[in-house]
């Protein structure tokens, strides 16, 4: 088990920008495979992007492809999601989420363990 923390989130207008960071409380996320979640109000909870624990192969759905970039910053052991060219569909609370195995990236049930969210709200 380890304990998420994240940082990042806000109010951002159409075509701007942000960064989410996903940091352990202790140790480190080098033996997880991570996964940013979100999920709008209503809707179920969707797999953004995924960094397996092997070998850092990255995966992204098919929505944000092109604008979202994941990646392990490894000087402070913690994970990253660079977004850009927001959208106001790219609203919601994202998550990111820990898995020690490989998971099924996009099956919220695969990770045990689990950011607290933060609120990303892309509106002029």
């Known amino acids: 088990q380890v304990r998420l923390e994240q940082s990042g989130g806000g109010l951002v207008q159409p075509g701007g920008s942000l960064t989410l960071s996903c940091a352990p409380s202790?140790?480190?996320?080098?033996?997880?495979?991570i996964g940013w979640f979100r999920q709008a109000p209503g809707k179920e909870r969707e797999g953004v992007a995924y960094?397996?624990?092997?070998?850092?192969?990255?995966t992204y759905s098919d929505s944000v492809k092109g604008r979202f970039a994941i990646s392990r910053d490894n000087t402070k052991s913690a994970v990253n999601l660079q977004m850009d060219s927001l959208k106001p569909e790219d609203t919601g609370v994202y998550y990111c989420?820990?898995?020690?195995?490989?998971?099924?990236?996009?099956?919220?049930?695969?990770?045990?363990?689990w950011g607290p969210g933060t609120q990303v709200t892309v509106s002029s």
């Open positions: 960094i397996n624990r092997w070998d850092d192969r990255v």
């Open positions: 989420a820990a898995a020690a195995g490989s998971p099924d990236w996009n099956d919220p049930t695969e990770y045990d363990n």
């Open positions: 202790r140790l480190t996320l080098d033996n997880y495979s």
